[in-house]
RNA sequence: GCCCGGAUGGUGAAAUCGGUAGACACGCAGGACUUAAAAUCCUGUGGCCUCGCGGCUGUGUGGGUUCAAGUCCCACUCCGGGUACCA
């Protein structure tokens, strides 16, 4: 009929997104549009982003923000011409899939595998250029036998401090049995000189064994075995380390939040646990050094600095008296020595049982015992809290020979530095309180320094009462004093680092087992040729009843590789596998290397890398570890692993809360004592609307809603009471609590609670009595935090992709702001972004929606826009800010529907720079504009500044600052021609008020101002 | 406590080299089309004063440099992140 010519949304013609992104990511699959290959003559870019942890709840609207951001970038290099590797993969191995293996039973494999199954779905629907046929998973064999493979190669090597580097521990031995341990300057085991119960004293940072190339030769392979453990990176040690009960297993410091763990929030405990590490420490200088050539936010860089803890001091040796020990401290203030008034050792430390004393013996134990009993959380609590115990020994001041009495504390840590200190009270507040607390005598060593309210801790000022160090500057007294500590052989100068060594068992299931097993006291490799080695069948996901891990429960036969008499029972931290997988991209099924040379030759480190600053401490430093390491031994040529770093912000969800009143009492005045009223728990819960709780939140009374909640509460009293009573409940007095809960946000919209659904998700609450305005509305209050399944506020890309495309989700999710920026999730700005491409679809529908463009030459007006917008985006997209450029191709689209122009050559242009942001979009118009190619990679367009030239300036014209009107020169004119144009206006004589102008500026370009 | 960031309309934000503050959107108000709704389009929209022309004011606070400051310098307030008996 006449009146559907006349529809101008005849919907055949509208932007059809889902038929469109359902055909584009169809074909894309098919004919394997996003396929890479190293390409010797296209230049390489490599855009990675952090892989997921595929959990259950699959992704939300925050996982796709640095994902679509770094699709734009690759996408947008691709038409710039480069090869772009953009890979995506899963960080699969984890605990929440063996916490539900150990609820359920079922293997964590099979949750893994139906997890990835959902994030694959969601991905591809959001149509990103990954190729896919890269994708690597951290738990399938054949990666992870790459990450077991690496193990053992940092097993196999040693560090040599001289040359800075990782080296094979085979050349390590064939110079014991040349030289002996002459020249060999090596990072080993901090107290390994100790447990060989050498003798001697040893100069520099680091201990240098003292035998000959003949005692070497007498020793007998275990012995030569046992030396060479203690060089090796990987290594077995007993450690201090953070030990979680609920978890079951050991917790690296970067897994521990405000005293608990991460994953659970669950309380951590101080134990002594013979586990593997990894000897990072030896890197922790590189590691420094490393990052000043990184294009990185500078808060991770401080943040790697401050964790990695670099500081400069010296180790100095106390004589124990009466016994044959001492005590070595470290201290970033040797100037300070002569303040020296007392010793405090950590309650851990080895020396404390040898020398406490008879008469202190009990003082000792009582407070060492206490100090273990509580947990890490209890202990930082109490930070502030002064605390310790005497041992009855003391040991010589090394200069003064002074008694320093020496005592115990747990404000001395016994993982950091030697585990004692030397204390100054004078320079040191901790050591000032310890002092004050426990009467300990104080000696003032700054020259004219008040140290009555507390410690002189400034490094500056001269020293007094300071032997031969009197007179000097902290500067001058620290160099003088280690050049004496070095002279006497008493100390030296040394460098203290806050970085630990990696500990690297986990007493978990699902995780990479350690390929190492155990045979006559020694521990042996799983052969190379015979890795992997997976994991063994077991019965139950929990540690055994004797506290050992869950392997620990696989039979010899369970095994699919049984070796020796025992297999190491442990298996990775969560960090291996995450430390290498960018490598493992550029090679994903080569089943002889963990990546070819050719391979990781073309590749080269990430360009870009996108991810959360939540791993500045833990992935993004071990992988630079492991990546300096595997460079140091030949296997791959960069020791950086991502050049560029982006830190995309987090995407908050707003969650919705409920008011649940709770009656905790109430009376009804003149009932006497003893009649049988109901008990508050029998009234059904009430939830009241937030006005009503906030009215109470102010001071504990109902008001505003009195009436209605009260009488709510009423004739729920009298239906409880039955028909009979004959109680006057008008004056009763209603006690209150109220609880806040989370609701699913799906059920509410501007905070109104649809209250059919609320009322079928809770259940259990039935009986619930609901209380809402007059009108009918419930409305709940909101809180932004993380989104997350627990707190039901979690919005999907799903939703959002079903109700307008993956292309204006893409378009919206960059528009929101800067990348960088953490945000709540709102989706109130969504219809902009997709009118947007509503409007682009018009200007080739236009009219009536019949696809229709000009193929005429452009006018001068359409190559304007066109240059212009080409030339703003392409320097948006060189500097990363993703959501400048999609307002200035909204421009570019008004302007033409201004201009109610089609042009075909414009148009195309435009279709390129918009496919990175709208990929199906812009394959959609393109194919419709009579390509059969993808639009993929299409060149880039260039601009031409002839087309920008406009022939005027509007200058704006300033008198003392203040824009008062504008005027329009042309560009040709010179600074003199644009003065003398503006003073011969009368505008400018009106706004001089008949002064005279004592300087006029004149920006060509830019701006006149008139000072006067 | 210490170390990093940040603060711009009702909202998300823009302003790249010190040069027209608020681009682009959302929201809101008004209008057109429609029986109506949806969709679409047009107009207005920092605040205050004014019928209007126009004026004053305005980028967390206070000061400074400059012809000119959201941008640079100093001091402070608040918010966010990191870290904490690290000797």
Redesign the pocket.
Known sequence: PFYLHLQP?NPTMQYQFKEIEAYWQKKWANEGTYRVSENPDKEKFYVLDMFPYPSGAGLHVGHPLGYIASDIIARYKVHQGYEVLHPMGYDSFGLPAEQYAIQTGQHPAITTEENIARYRTQLERMGFNYDWEREVRTSDPSYYRWTQWIFQEIYNSWFNVETKRAEPISDLEAAFAENGSYGVNAAIDADWYKALDLKDFHFGEYFIGEFTSTDWQLLNAAQRSEILSHYRLAFLADTWVNWCPALGTVLA??EI?DGVSERGGHPVEQRLMKQWSLRITAYADRLIEGLEGLDWP??IK??QR??I?K?R?ATVRFQVEKHQAYIDV????PDTIFGVTFMVL?PEHALVSQITTTDQQQAIEAYIARAKARTERER?S??????GAFTGAYAAHPFSGERLPIWIG????AG??T?A?MAVPAG?Q?DWSFAHAFDLSIVNIFDGQDISKGAYAEKTGKLAKSGFLNGLEVAEATEEVIRELELKRIGYGKT?Y?LRDAIFSRQRYWGEPIPVYYEGGQTHLIDQKDLPLTLPKIDSYLPTDSGEPPLARAAKSDWPLFKGEAMEHSTMPGWAGSSWYFLRYMDPKNTREMVAADKVHYWGAVDLYMGG??HA?GHLLYSRFWTKFLCDRGFIPFEEPFQKMINQGMILGRSSLVHRLELASYLVPGVPDGAELPSPRNFPVVYVTKEIYEDWAKDGKLNLHKFAVEQRLETLLHELLGKDHNMNLSNAEWEYSFTRLHVDVNMVRNDELDLAAFAKWRTENADAVIITNEDGVYKCSHEIEKMSKRWFNVVTPDDLCEEYGADTLRLYEM????VE?S?PWDT??I???H?FL??FWRLCHPGDGEFSINRTEPTPKELFILHRTIK?VT??LD?F?W??V??TL??AV?DLTTEKSSNAQVLEGLLVLTSPYAPHFAEELWKKLGHSDSITREAWPTYDEKHLEEANF?Y?VSF?????F?LSLSVEMGAKEVEAAVMALADTAKYLEGKDPK?I?V?PK??V?I?F
Request: aromatic share 6%.
């Open positions: 949304n410091n970067d939040k500078d808060s401080e943040i401050n964790w803890g500081s001091g470290f201290t970033t203030r950590a930082q109490e930070v502030k809290h002064v605390s747990d404000y001395v840590l950091y530095g585990g200190i040191d901790r203290n806050r600053a939540e401490t528009f929101l702001g800067p920026q945000k109130q700005g219809s902009g972004v009118n509503k409007r703003r320097e948006d500097r800010s959501n400048t999609v307002s909204m421009i008004n509007e704006p003392n600052g203040k824009t008062r504008k300087k500026i920006v830019r701006i101002n000072v």
